[in-house]
């Protein structure tokens, strides 16, 4: 089983619509989580950290399920600015903290 | 004012040459890493270094030399180039190694093919 898992999509959706991606991770050590997106040809932005108790900021919640092993982001009211990969983005215990990313999820938002 | 820069934005080379990337932050982070992105658009880390100090070394091949004069500057150097590095390689920063709240800073990023 991969470390982190997403859905590669792309997922196809009008602008308005909600739409919500999740990101599933195999380390149960592991202790801080991110959503990340990366536009075409350009480098990784940090969207929004993932807190235990889930946190939103403007049309964007990201919530996390530790027993379950998953983190989601869900987007509301999706623009056309928003087409883009979403990447998540696990840090594992164990000394070194290495980050693992996933392969990211294509979202494509049309008139 | 570019919190993580790095050059060269582009580089194309032959096979068997040698090159360097040049990577700068200017956010007061202890933390920086080189990642390689493929052609499959996977994020995979290469190396990191906390305070000058190599805290990551994740099976790249020896041919990848990391340099990290200050805790400002991590430079990757390539020996002998192969087809198969051929890839965009970001650099980025953190806080600390922990990273809790605040994430990763990338560079913009350096396309690199070898011909």
């Known amino acids: 089983r991969k470390e982190v898992e997403q859905d590669p999509g792309p997922f196809n959706v009008p602008e308005g619509a909600t739409v919500a991606f999740n990101c599933t991770y195999s380390?149960?050590?592991?202790?801080?989580f991110f959503w990340y997106r990366q536009d075409c040809r350009k480098e990784p932005k940090l969207l929004m950290s993932v807190y235990s108790s889930g946190n939103e900021d403007g049309r964007f919640t990201a919530q996390l399920n530790r027993a379950s092993q998953y983190i989601s982001l869900l987007i509301r009211d999706s623009k056309l600015s928003d087409s883009a990969t979403y990447l998540c983005v696990v840090n594992n215990e164990g000394g070194s903290y290495i980050p693992t990313f996933g392969r990211g999820t294509s979202l494509i938002v049309h008139p | 004012d570019t919190a993580v820069s790095q050059t060269p934005k582009y580089l194309v080379t032959q096979m068997g040459n040698d090159k360097s990337i040049k990577c700068e932050q200017n956010?007061?982070?202890?933390?920086m890493y080189w990642y390689k992105q493929d052609s499959k658009k996977f994020l995979k880390i290469m190396f990191s270094y906390n305070n000058k100090e190599l805290i990551i070394n994740e099976t790249v091949p020896n041919r990848f030399s990391p340099k990290s004069p200050d805790k400002a500057h991590l430079n990757l150097h390539i020996n002998s180039l192969e087809l198969g590095d051929s890839a965009v390689y970001f650099c980025?920063?953190?806080?600390?190694?922990?990273?809790?709240?605040?994430?990763?800073?990338f560079g913009s990023g350096t396309r690199l093919t070898v011909v």
């Open positions: 980025a920063s953190s806080q600390d190694n922990r990273v809790k709240s605040y994430g990763y800073t």
């Open positions: 380390n149960s050590a592991s202790q801080s």
């Open positions: 956010l007061g982070h202890d933390t």
